[in-house]
């Protein structure tokens, strides 16, 4: 039996597998459902007789989930244990659908040859893609004394952190190391036809401002601390667009994020409209270019706070940071290489080898000695978009491409 036929056969189960986890609404934060999503992947599988192990954080979760709260369970799938290791990551929790949409997020639809819902693009189709492509595998070969497959299925993928209970947490286990793997594929949407080597860096944090309350028919006598923060982000958003002048010369995508950038994402302060705000705080996420270092981004926040302390006196300002990665670019090594063969194969395109604008679970890996890559079926326009969705045409075509890339590997 050929690709092409393997693929037609399994095709239907894999369509409707994608439908049945997208309808398990595992949104993070805070981290529901995932218990039951374990449960069926558990037995999903179990009946594709691989061995699984469900590995999970239990005195270690305070410091590893600061959004949300419950079980964090992690999958472990293995098959096959002989020849060329090679693992594949996803994780299976979805930012919050949130409303407007017109269709339902947890109710997946196919419509014009799209399957619409949360999870759909960012990432389930790349859990579905990366399992299915080792069945239509099974169906050409008798592969399980040829190579060895690891799937790792991560929740908390999606509330990112210097540590997080997925993909981290693995990596400080030893489950995913340079022994057991070979190489380790990413399935996260960044298009069909690229392939992604890495991502920008970022700097995520919160500003505290204090002040002082004051009757509001004399704020005079108080610190204000809203006049103060409306300063503040005037300030950052003058940085902004001075730094956006510069333009990248590394492949990042789209286009925009060739561009450094700024986000002030939330602001809370204040108790009542009469009433001096002595408290405010405001989220603050800075993206980064591979010309600029974290180092440079640290610095730039330092400047940010003497700006307040010269503009706000009186007003404590701190600055607690949350999230920070450098920039993360791998080698376009072997396994670049062949997988940009059977995109071209299949999509009859070059592909692209890019940089994702927003960060992902590759950074655990980084240096670790495992050649890494990300390759997936969904839109990177789409992740976290209301009324998201995947192809059908691309879910098939990308696990086509990731079949024949494991086809590579057999008896080597």
Same mark, same amino acid.
């Given at each position: 039996?050929?690709?092409? *036929?393997?693929?037609?056969e399994i095709k239907k189960d894999m369509i409707n597998f994608l439908i049945k986890i997208i309808n398990i609404p595992t949104e993070n934060?805070?981290?529901?459902?995932?218990?039951?999503?374990?449960?069926?992947?558990?037995?999903?599988?179990?009946?594709?007789?691989?061995?699984?192990?469900?590995?999970?954080?239990?005195?270690?979760? $305070?410091?590893?989930?600061?959004?949300?709260?419950?079980?964090?369970?992690?999958?472990?799938?293995?098959?096959?244990?002989?020849?060329?290791?090679?693992?594949?990551?996803?994780?299976?929790?979805?930012?919050?659908?949130?409303?407007?949409?017109?269709?339902?997020?947890?109710?997946?639809?196919?419509?014009?040859?799209?399957?619409?819902?949360?999870?759909?693009?960012?990432?389930?189709?790349?859990?579905?893609?990366?399992?299915?492509?080792?069945?239509?595998?099974?169906?050409?070969?008798?592969?399980?004394?040829?190579?060895?497959?690891?799937?790792?299925?991560?929740?908390?993928?999606?509330?990112?952190?210097?540590?997080?209970?997925? =993909?981290?947490?693995?990596?400080?286990?030893?489950?995913?190391?340079? *022994?057991?793997?070979?190489?380790?594929?990413? =399935?996260?949407?960044?298009?069909?036809?690229?392939?992604?080597?890495?991502?920008?860096?970022?700097?995520?944090?919160?500003?505290?401002?204090?002040?002082?309350?004051?009757?509001?028919?004399?704020?005079?006598?108080?610190?204000?601390?809203?006049?103060?923060?409306?300063?503040?982000?005037?300030?950052?958003? *003058?940085?902004?667009? $001075?730094?956006?002048?510069?333009?990248?010369?590394?492949?990042?995508?789209?286009?925009?994020?060739?561009?450094?950038?700024?986000?002030?994402?939330?602001?809370?302060?204040?108790?009542?409209?009469?009433?001096?705000?002595?408290?405010l705080t405001f989220s603050y996420v800075r993206r980064l270019i591979p010309e600029e270092t974290l180092e440079f981004a640290r610095n730039?926040?330092?400047?940010?706070?003497?700006?307040?302390?010269?503009?706000?006196?009186?007003?404590?300002?701190?600055?607690?940071?949350?999230?920070?990665?450098?920039?993360?670019?791998?080698?376009?090594?072997?396994?670049?290489?062949?997988?940009?063969?059977?995109?071209? *194969?299949?999509?009859?395109?070059?592909?692209?080898?890019?940089?994702?604008?927003?960060?992902?679970?590759?950074?655990?890996?980084?240096?670790?000695?495992?050649?890494?890559?990300?390759?997936?079926?969904?839109?990177?326009?789409?992740?976290?978009?209301?009324?998201?969705?995947?192809?059908?045409?691309?879910?098939?075509?990308? =696990?086509?491409?990731?079949?024949?890339?494991?086809?590579?590997?057999?008896?080597?």
């Amino acid at each position: 039996m050929d690709i092409d *036929e393997a693929i037609d056969e399994i095709k239907k189960d894999m369509i409707n597998f994608l439908i049945k986890i997208i309808n398990i609404p595992t949104e993070n934060p805070p981290g529901l459902n995932y218990e039951k999503f374990v449960d069926y992947m558990y037995d999903f599988l179990i009946s594709l007789d691989y061995n699984i192990k469900i590995v999970e954080p239990k005195e270690e979760l $305070k410091e590893l989930v600061k959004y949300g709260s419950g079980r964090r369970p992690n999958i472990i799938a293995n098959y096959g244990n002989k020849g060329v290791k090679i693992g594949f990551n996803s994780h299976y929790d979805v930012v919050p659908a949130g409303k407007g949409w017109s269709h339902d997020p947890y109710n997946a639809t196919i419509e014009e040859g799209k399957i619409y819902g949360r999870g759909s693009s960012d990432m389930k189709s790349g859990i579905a893609s990366q399992i299915f492509a080792v069945e239509a595998l099974k169906i050409m070969n008798n592969i399980k004394d040829k190579i060895t497959i690891r799937q790792f299925i991560v929740p908390d993928e999606e509330t990112v952190g210097n540590k997080n209970a997925g =993909t981290y947490y693995l990596v400080e286990k030893g489950f995913i190391n340079k *022994e057991n793997l070979n190489y380790l594929i990413f =399935t996260e949407p960044l298009n069909p036809t690229n392939i992604g080597i890495g991502h920008r860096g970022a700097l995520w944090g919160t500003f505290n401002l204090y002040g002082k309350k004051s009757h509001g028919g004399f704020p005079q006598k108080g610190l204000d601390v809203i006049r103060c923060a409306s300063k503040i982000i005037n300030y950052i958003y *003058e940085i902004a667009d $001075k730094r956006s002048k510069t333009i990248s010369k590394y492949p990042i995508i789209p286009e925009e994020a060739k561009r450094p950038s700024y986000l002030v994402g939330t602001i809370n302060g204040g108790e009542w409209m009469n009433t001096v705000a002595d408290f405010l705080t405001f989220s603050y996420v800075r993206r980064l270019i591979p010309e600029e270092t974290l180092e440079f981004a640290r610095n730039e926040v330092n400047e940010i706070i003497k700006y307040t302390e010269n503009e706000c006196k009186g007003i404590k300002i701190e600055f607690l940071p949350y999230y920070e990665v450098d920039n993360i670019m791998f080698p376009v090594d072997n396994g670049v290489k062949i997988i940009s063969e059977k995109i071209k *194969e299949v999509y009859n395109v070059n592909p692209s080898i890019v940089l994702s604008p927003g960060t992902f679970d590759i950074r655990f890996i980084y240096n670790k000695g495992i050649e890494s890559f990300n390759y997936g079926p969904g839109l990177l326009e789409l992740a976290h978009a209301t009324d998201e969705y995947v192809y059908v045409e691309d879910l098939i075509k990308s =696990t086509k491409v990731i079949s024949l890339f494991l086809k590579e590997f057999l008896n080597k």
